[in-house]
Structures are given as structure tokens and as C-alpha cells.
């Protein structure tokens, strides 16, 4: 099959036409990709940024059509649309049964880029080849564990439904599952892309009263306007935790980091009021810290939490965020800037590194 390979680091990926897949095993489906948005965690890797194992395929936001099914596979029909998910709840290990299915035994394959048993499916000239955060999904076909992928119905449309698989599930599960924003509240956002974009509708969906975004691109801030940001600074030409206190006098209810940028974290832990909570969802590079003064910050009452993949339960979470979708309380096209064939990858790669729109979608088959 065809499938986008990261074989170097800071060379961009490339296209090859005979990576072999094992068919489905027990428990296991295999789709076929129709879209896959390209977030900013791929690019972070592909540009060097984050270590990789390679060679790899990334690709970690996408919706396709079930067409193979492993033995024991009762909940999933040849046919059925699905979008995919980094994060397969498996439902009976200690994390899941605790309610904390983003961290499942399942999902050490985020970084393991591997199933649980080491194994991928995936191969080159023999060699094995990796499957990039847990869904290798700038390919033709994909094999997941059953629930890994999430089915929807059949007349949402797959180039938009695409991005519920990781910018949506990671910024409105970051407000509605991580910190469980309540009505009124004041929120701030640092960092609007896919991902900050949607901790913003998260927001808005909550019910926050203010919801404050800083990000230097202005394009991306008018995005946030209309999606339900009230107040929007520039933090090219401004301060922003002088901008928070302007704004709110005592400083936010809550922050979200969704840049990826380690000194982000301070920026956030500042501008908000004591007591309230700040969440890291960006990724930043290792090199980058984040330092705390205990005797400083114990007298704060401040939260900080983290984040993976909005700390959703998936099975529950895609449909609900497809079923707003459907009832207009949740924009997903307006994150889709640009769509592109599969051949157009590398530029693709481009827009989002140099924040051109919000999310370019690949049309893979
Ligand atoms: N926690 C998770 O599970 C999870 C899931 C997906 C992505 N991520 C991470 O979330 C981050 C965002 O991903 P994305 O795809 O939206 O990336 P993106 O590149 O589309 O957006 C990042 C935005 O941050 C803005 N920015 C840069 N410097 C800034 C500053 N000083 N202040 C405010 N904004 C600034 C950029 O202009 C850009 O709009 C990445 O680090 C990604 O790896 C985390
Ligand atoms: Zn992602
Ligand atoms: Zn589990």
C-alpha cells in the first residue's frame, strides 16, 4: 500500500508505494483512510523536535471505512465509518476502570509507536516499520484495535469528521473532562491552532463567561472570534499577565497551554487568580523546562494539571463531539482550512509549519 514514510528527521516525509500490512489480527480491524488532518505532534516529530523510531508512519487524525475485521470483533461491520483514535480505551485495566482511559495499557503505543506486544503490522524490504502515535495514519490502511476505532454515522461527512481525532478530542476533552470548566468561569487561551482553537469551543460550550485568547498570528485570533472568544491579545506587542489582571482583576479561573512552549507554563501559572487551574496540553520539546518554587507556589492554592488527548473516554467522546457537531453548537469545518491530495504531504506539512490556516486535511483515498 501507499503510505507516507518519515525515514530522516528534518528531511520531510516520503512517499512509498510498497509498505506491506499484516491483515487484522483477534480484536484488531483494518480501515481504510479517507482524510487525516496533520497536527502539530507529527510535525514536532518529523522536524526533529521530538525523538523519533524509525523508519515511521505518522498520521494521527483521521476517519476511514472499516473494510477487514480480526476474529472476535463483534462491534464493528465491514462498511461502518470511523474516526480513529490515538488513545483505544481497552475498558478493563486498572487506569481505564479508575476513569482515566487516555492513559490505558493500551496506550503506551504513543510512545512505543508499537502494539502492547512490540509488534506493528507494518513493514518495508522486510524491515519493520513503525506505527507513529498509536494510529499510523497517513497511509492507505490502517490496523487498530476495535477500539481504537469509533463509529459514526454514515452521512458525516469523513474529510470533517477527521478532526474530532485529536484537535477536538484533545481541546474540548481538556475543558470538559481535565478541568471541567464551569458556567461563568474566565478562561484564558495561549496558543490557537487546531488544538487551542478547540479548548476555545470547549470553553464556549461550558458556559465561561470571558474567554481571552493570545496568539501572535491575527488570522488565528479572528478564527477564535467567531468560534466564542470574547478578548484577544497579541503577544508580539503585548503583556499578557498585565492584560489577565486588566482583564479580570484577580487573574483567570483557568489557563490552557496549547502552543507547546515550556515558558508558556509560566505565562499561564501568573495570569491566573489563586486557587485556579492551569492546564498543559502543548507539547513542548524535551530541552524546554518548566521550574516551580514549592514555598512560592504552596501558598497559591494553584492547580496544574496535565492533559492527554483531553482525557477522553473515546467510545463515549467522538460520538458526543459529532453529535454537536450535527446539532450546530460545535464548528468543525472552521478548523479546516485547506484540503489536499495525499501526494501534496510535504506541503501540507508546510501550512501547518508555518501556520498557514488552521488544519490542512489529506485526501488519502
Ligand atoms: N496533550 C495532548 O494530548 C496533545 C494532543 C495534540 C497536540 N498536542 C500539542 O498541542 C500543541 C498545539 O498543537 P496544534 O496542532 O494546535 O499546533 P499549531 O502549530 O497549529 O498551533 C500552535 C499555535 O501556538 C501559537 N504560538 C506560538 N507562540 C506563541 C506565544 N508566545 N503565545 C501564544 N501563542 C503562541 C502559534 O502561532 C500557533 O497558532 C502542540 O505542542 C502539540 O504537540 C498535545
Ligand atoms: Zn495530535
Ligand atoms: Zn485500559
Redesign the pocket.
Known sequence: MKAAVLEEQGKGVVLRDDVKIEPPGPGQVRVRVCNCGI???D??VIDGAFPATLPVILGHEAAGVVEELGAGVDSLEVGDHVVLTPCPPCGVCYYCVRGDP?VCVRTTGLTSNTFVDGTTGLSRDGAMVYRGLNVAAFSENVVADANGAVKIPADVPLDVACVVG??VQ?GVG?VLNTARVEEGATVLV????????SVVQGARLAGAARIVV????AE?RECARALGATDFID?ASED?VARAMEITAVGFDYAFE????A??LD?GLAAIRNGGTLV?????PPEELFTLMPAAFVITGKKIL?????GVNSLRDIPRYIALWRAGRLDLDALITSRRPFGEINEALDD?RS?RG??TVLEIS
Do not use: Q
Request: net charge positive; glycine share 16%; hydrophobic share 45%.
Open positions: 497536527c502539530h505532534s510535525l514536532s487516555t485529536c484537535a484533545t481538556a495561549l496558543g490557537l491552532g487546531g488544538i487551542g482553537l493570545s496568539d501572535p498570528v488565528r503577544p499578557v496549547a502552543a507547546g512552549r515558558a508558556l505565562v498543559a496540553v502543548g507539547a513542548p496535565s492533559t492527554v488527548l483531553g501547518l501556520s488552521i488544519r
